[in-house]
């Protein structure tokens, strides 16, 4: 059974930083693009960032020069380093993998800025 565990979320004041980590198992997804999608009450789910097997990312405009996301291929695992962060941050995060025929998601984690 695939599963993709997310961890690190809570709440923070802006300008605060969080680190969330999403640990896969069931499927190694060296191979494969992972990444990071939100979804914000009232709006659809949206992707945050993703990064290839080989290391290169991508970003929405929204997070770009204060998320970094990083991937470490032989725990099978992705990490979002997120700083600077605003109220309007706040969301479920969901971790995503990938293979060539199949998308899977996380339970989500939720992040909440607020002061």
């Known amino acids: 059974q695939v599963q993709l565990v997310e961890s690190g979320g809570g709440l923070v004041q802006p300008g605060g930083s969080l680190r969330l980590s999403c640990a896969a198992s069931?499927?190694?997804?060296?191979?494969?693009?992972m990444g990071w999608y939100r979804q914000a009450p009232g709006k659809q789910r949206e992707l945050v960032a993703i990064?290839?097997?080989?290391?290169?990312?991508n970003y929405a405009d929204s997070v770009k020069g204060r998320f970094t996301i990083s991937r470490d291929n032989a725990k099978n695992t992705v990490h979002l380093q997120m700083a600077s962060l605003k109220p309007e941050d706040t969301a479920v995060y969901y971790c995503?993998?990938?293979?060539?025929?199949?998308?899977?998601w996380g339970q989500g984690t939720q992040v909440t800025v607020s002061s």
């Open positions: 995503y993998a990938r293979t060539a025929f199949v998308n899977y």
């Open positions: 069931g499927i190694t997804f060296s191979g494969n693009p």
């Open positions: 990064i290839t097997s080989g290391g290169v990312a």
